[in-house]
């Protein structure tokens, strides 16, 4: 079984049943379905009453080394909000996961380019799928991230497109941000205005949810890209531009640049890094 730390499809579950602990801060419907399928997947194999640490370590083999960590982690705090006692190291199963995936290079998404994005926006009439692919372009954002905007978190005016984001993975560590962009494509406009016209406040910008988009939007991109390619793609694009680090985590909103380094081939995309590392080299 593959994973993504990403993009998450749907399992069929009823995101309005998700509980208020789910719905809090950082942690959106997708992440609660998530909790809900671990956990009940967990205490299914669970022979015992008891929750151990050997037993979580036997339930995270099921997983291949991309998804094992994040999977225990999201298990582990579904358990402490449910206060299900654990016994054992617990940290040390979280812990030698995270080092096997250090240790571990899955392959990564191949990255889109201005180019590809544009091919994709020909292939598609569909000013919701249009609008949703050159945002995530635009803003090196998650399509969940995308797809949670209100209709009152986004404005235009001229060109400029203006989001406030305030749910998806990336609040988690940031808390709300805004992000602009210039968008030379009228269809995006269009479907802006459309939805401020004919919703009221609060309303969802987008009428599908991520798990819904996630097959069309692929389709619309091809072999041999994924939903992951739009966020490596525009950070890497970045990084190919002599920008500083700092500046293109104002866009990606990674915290610092051990984070940004996995989209940028361990910092190898860098040419700013790599001109001021051959600029002070050179006086050796």
């Known amino acids: 079984m593959s994973g993504s730390d990403d993009e998450e499809r749907s399992d069929g579950s009823d995101s309005s049943q998700a509980t208020p602990a789910q719905q809090h801060f950082g942690v959106t419907r997708g992440t609660g379905r998530r909790r809900d399928r671990l956990f009940a997947d967990f205490m299914g194999q669970t022979k ?8 979580l370590r036997q339930w995270g083999q099921k997983w291949n080394v991309g998804t094992r960590h994040s999977y225990l982690v999201t298990l582990i705090a579904e358990l402490r909000r449910r206060n299900v006692k654990m016994q054992g190291d617990v940290k040390g199963v979280a812990r030698a996961a995270k080092i096997a995936l250090v240790a ?14 544009e091919r994709a926006m020909h292939r598609t009439d569909d000013l919701m799928i249009a609008t949703v692919i050159i945002l995530m372009w635009k803003t ?9 905007l209100r209709v009152d978190d986004v404005e235009t005016d001229g060109e400029t497109v203006r989001m406030t984001f305030r749910a998806g993975k990336t609040i988690i560590s940031t808390g709300a941000y805004t992000l602009w962009a210039r968008v030379e494509h009228e269809r995006v406009h269009e479907w802006i205005r459309q939805r401020q016209t004919e919703c009221r406040y609060g309303d969802m910008m987008f009428t599908k949810t991520a798990e819904q988009l996630y097959r069309p939007i692929t389709k619309v991109i091809g072999a041999p890209f994924a939903i992951r390619s739009f966020r490596r793609g525009a950070l890497m694009t970045l990084a190919e531009m002599d920008v500083e680090p700092a ?10 640049d051990k984070g940004l380094y996995g989209y940028l081939d361990s910092g190898a995309a860098s040419r700013y890094e790599q001109n001021r590392i051959l600029h002070l080299t050179d006086q050796l």
Request: hydrophobic share 45%; net charge positive; aromatic share 0%.
């Open 140 to 148: 090196a954002a998650r399509l969940t991230s995308i797809t949670q």
């Open 48 to 55: 015992t009453d008891a929750v151990t640490a050997m037993a």
């Open 247 to 256: 500046d293109i985590r104002l866009i990606s909103r990674h915290t610092a």
């Open 104 to 117: 571990h290079k899955p392959l990564k998404a191949v990255p889109l380019t201005t180019e590809d994005v």
